[in-house]
C-alpha cells in the first residue's frame, strides 16, 4: 500500500489524495496562519500568510497539495519573522486602529498580531484616505481596514452568485470597488444575509446595529484564546 502520510515539523501528518497541506493540517488539528483562505472557497494563495517550506523550498499550504513523503516546515523563525512582516504590512497599508474597531477580539489580523509578536508597524504608515460606505441600510464598508484577501469577492461570487464585489487597479492601486450602478454598497444585490457579509477576517465589512452586542470585549473568540489555538480560524468570522 502506498504510503500516505507526509511530516509537519518532523511530526508525521496522514492525508487523503487530493488535500492540500493546509486542509491536511487542519483535519490533524495543527494551525498554519491564514487570512485569503476559506473552507468554502477555491484557494488562491493571495495572503502568503501559509508558506512553508516543502522539502525546503516555500510554497503555500493553502494550494500545494500533500504528497507521500513530504517534508514540510512550518514552525521555523525564518517563517514566522516572514509572518510577523507580512503582518506589519498590512497594518500599515490600511488604517487598523484595533481598541475601536468593532471586529477587535474576532479579528483575525489582529490576533495574528499577537501570535507574531508584532511590537510596532515597523515600517512608515501610509495613512490612505479612504472612505467608508454606510449607504446600505444593515451592512457598511470600512475601506481603511480591507486587506484585499478577495474572501467576500470569491464568496459573493461563488456561493451568493451575486458577483457584488471587486478587486480594481494593480499593485498599490489595488482597491476593493462594489458593483453597482453608483459604485455604493446600498445600490447593489447584497444582502446582510449573504455569505459574503460573513468572511471578512478583519473589520472592513460590518453589519450595522451589532457592534459590540453579540460577544463584549473580553468574551471574544481570540480574547479568551490565541489563533493558533483554533483550528477553523475562518469559522471566527460569526463571532461579531
Known amino acids: 500500500m502506498a504510503e500516505t502520510t507526509f511530516t509537519i515539523d518532523e511530526m508525521p501528518i496522514p492525508f487523503t489524495p487530493g488535500q492540500t497541506i493546509l486542509e491536511a493540517a ?3 488539528g495543527i494551525y498554519i496562519p491564514h487570512l485569503c483562505y476559506h473552507p468554502e ?4 494563495g493571495g495572503c502568503k500568510m501559509c508558506t512553508v517550506l516543502v522539502n525546503g523550498r516555500p510554497q503555500t499550504a493553502c494550494t500545494q497539495k500533500a504528497a507521500a513523503g513530504q517534508e514540510v516546515d512550518v514552525d521555523t523563525p525564518e517563517l514566522n519573522a516572514m509572518r510577523r512582516t507580512l503582518v506589519q504590512m498590512l497594518f500599515i497599508e490600511g488604517n487598523h486602529f484595533c481598541p475601536g474597531c468593532e471586529k477587535s477580539g474576532a479579528c483575525q489580523l489582529q490576533a495574528l498580531g499577537y501570535e ?3 511590537l510596532t508597524p515597523h515600517f512608515v504608515e501610509l495613512y490612505p484616505e479612504r472612505k467608508v460606505d454606510a449607504s446600505h441600510p444593515d451592512v457598511l464598508i470600512e475601506f481603511n481596514r ?7 469577492v470569491r464568496a459573493s461570487r461563488d456561493i451568493d452568485h451575486k458577483e457584488v464585489f471587486g478587486i480594481a487597479g494593480r499593485g498599490r492601486d489595488a482597491h476593493l470597488v462594489v458593483n453597482s450602478p453608483t459604485g455604493k454598497l446600498g445600490d447593489s444585490a447584497l444582502a446582510v444575509t449573504d455569505r459574503a457579509v460573513q468572511v471578512c477576517p478583519v473589520g472592513a465589512i460590518i453589519v450595522k446595529r451589532v457592534g459590540f ?3 463584549p470585549i473580553g468574551e471574544r473568540i481570540y480574547d ?17
Not at 472557497?41 to 488562491?44: I, Y
Not at 479568551?224 to 460569526?238: M, R
Open 26 to 28: 487542519k483535519a490533524a
Open 116 to 118: 507574531y509578536e508584532m
Open 224 to 240: 479568551k484564546s490565541p489563533i493558533s489555538a483554533e483550528v477553523d480560524v475562518n469559522e471566527s468570522s460569526e463571532a461579531r
Open 41 to 44: 472557497l477555491k484557494a488562491h
Open 213 to 215: 452586542a453579540a460577544a
Open 146 to 152: 480591507c486587506v484585499l484577501c478577495e474572501l467576500c
